[in-house]
């Protein structure tokens, strides 16, 4: 079992920056890719970016590309997502998820999300 709490959130301008983190409690941290997912008004969640175990690999969704930057210290058991050039349409409830599945949109365990709010 994995309890997940995101903190980070806010109200930020345009082009600004903002860096979200989860704290996961739970030995087995280190051995679960986590990931940042995100949900927009009236839209379905949608997958941001994904590191795997170790941090040695990581995968963003094209919309973020560039901008964004997820990494993860397995010694504190937390995983960031770096945010920067942000943009109105970055506005949502951002999810950390520990042991997420990209494609479909789903995962193991979900974070309670922080709201993440881009002003024009």
């Known amino acids: 079992q994995v309890r997940l709490v995101e903190s980070g959130g806010g109200l930020v301008q345009a082009g600004g920056s903002l860096r979200l983190s989860c704290g996961a409690s739970?030995?087995?941290?280190?051995?679960?890719?986590m990931g940042w997912f995100r949900q927009a008004p009236e839209k379905e969640r949608e997958f941001v970016a994904v590191?795997?175990?170790?941090?040695?690999?990581?995968y963003y969704t094209d919309s973020v590309k560039g901008r964004f930057t997820i990494s993860r210290d397995n010694a504190k058991n937390t995983v960031h997502l770096q945010m920067n050039s942000l943009k109105p349409e970055d506005t949502a409830v951002y999810y950390c998820?520990?042991?997420?599945?990209?494609?479909?949109?789903?995962?193991?365990?979900w974070g309670q999300g922080t709201q993440v709010t881009v002003s024009s």
């Open positions: 739970g030995r087995t941290f280190s051995i679960y890719a």
């Open positions: 998820a520990a042991n997420p599945f990209p494609r479909t949109g789903t995962s193991d365990y």
């Open positions: 590191i795997n175990y170790s941090g040695g690999t990581t």
